[in-house]
């Protein structure tokens, strides 16, 4: 059996035009558009690629989108005074920091800076207490794209046994989160899980985050399980041939072993083209989810957690 490979690229452009049509109707309304603001801090290439793809999507959505390059050398006191202008701005419903943040910089205390209404990530301390408590909060992007394609290739989640592979604050514990309000029976392992792959072989519905290039194999995959990739690791490719320099040319893989696994698991997120394009989705989706709270309108439907 081969597993249904789940088109996250499909998806997230259904995702998009969603929010479109929301940003159009509630723009001719009330007037103001729905604003993201993007700070970038230094020039970190993989940054700046996610950062010009985030512009042009909001733009393409019908958003406003704000853009704040800062030299790395930039203070602390200038970063935090800039998120605070940004938390008055009446123009701007969403705030995204870059990270990571150069050394320098403590990155929690200027998450925890950015107006929690406005925090479109999901990472103030107030969102991660919210999701954590069940209350209405800012999901966190990734894990988002990962329940809603979850929630769409198997209608309810109640009851079924998911496994989260890893434990960051930015995927592992909100997706254990999330899972957890869909009524699943969450287990979250990690690098010092004892037998991980029968811990992993239990499950209905792997989420792989561990960043670790096709950590997971066939055996960790119960046959018909759904497998949700969330890595992308750049390894070398000498099959490719060289660059320029003679070192190996490179390709993007996931956490997943994925022609083995795709042979035994139901479903499954390809590595590029599954998780990947549904995250910056899901930031137009929480931006225009900030702007509807902001104005007291109703949220749009299927498009939060
Ligand atoms: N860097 C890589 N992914 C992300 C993300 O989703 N949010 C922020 N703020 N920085 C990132």
């Given at each position: 059996m081969s597993a249904k490979v789940i088109d996250g690229k499909a998806f997230a452009a259904k995702v998009r035009e969603q929010v479109a049509e929301h940003v159009q109707t509630l723009t001719s309304k009330h007037g103001v558009k729905p604003g993201l603001a993007v700070v970038l801090v230094g020039e970190d290439p993989a940054s700046q690629v996610y950062v010009?793809?985030?512009?042009?999507?909001?733009?393409?959505?019908?958003?406003?989108?704000?853009?704040?390059?800062?030299?790395?050398?930039?203070?602390?006191?200038?970063?935090?005074?800039?998120?605070?202008?940004?938390?008055?701005?009446?123009?701007?419903?969403?705030?995204?920091?870059?990270?990571?943040?150069?050394?320098?910089?403590?990155?929690?205390l200027v998450i925890n800076t950015i107006a929690p209404e406005k925090d479109v990530d999901g990472f103030h301390i107030s969102n991660v207490g919210l999701l954590g408590t069940g209350q209405k909060s800012m999901a966190p992007c990734t894990p988002l794209g990962c329940l809603m394609m979850l929630r769409e290739e198997l209608g309810s989640l109640s009851g079924l046994n998911a496994v989260v592979l890893g434990r960051s604050n930015i995927v592992g514990k909100p997706m254990a989160q999330l899972l957890l309000r869909d009524s699943c029976t969450v287990t979250i392992a990690h690098s010092r899980t004892k037998d991980i792959e029968a811990v992993s072989a239990a499950a209905d519905i792997v989420v792989a985050a561990v960043g670790r290039p096709e950590m997971v194999k066939a055996n960790w995959i119960k046959p018909g399980a759904t497998v949700i990739d969330v890595g992308i690791n750049r390894v070398d490719a000498p099959e490719l041939g060289t660059k320029e320099d003679g070192s190996p040319k490179t390709r993007i893989v996931g956490d997943v072993a994925y022609d083995e696994v795709a042979k035994v698991a139901g479903a499954i997120t390809p590595v590029p083209g599954g998780v990947g394009p549904m995250t910056i989705a899901c930031l137009l989706a929480n931006t225009l989810t900030a702007y509807c709270r902001a104005n007291d309108l109703p949220e749009p439907t299927g498009l939060t957690a």
């Open positions: 010009r793809n985030k512009g042009k999507q909001t733009v393409e959505v019908g958003m406003n989108s704000f853009e704040h390059r800062l030299p790395a050398d930039t203070s602390e006191e200038t970063l935090i005074g800039l998120v605070r202008q940004l938390n008055e701005s009446p123009d701007v419903h969403g705030i995204l920091v870059q990270l990571p943040l150069p050394s320098h910089l403590d990155s929690d």
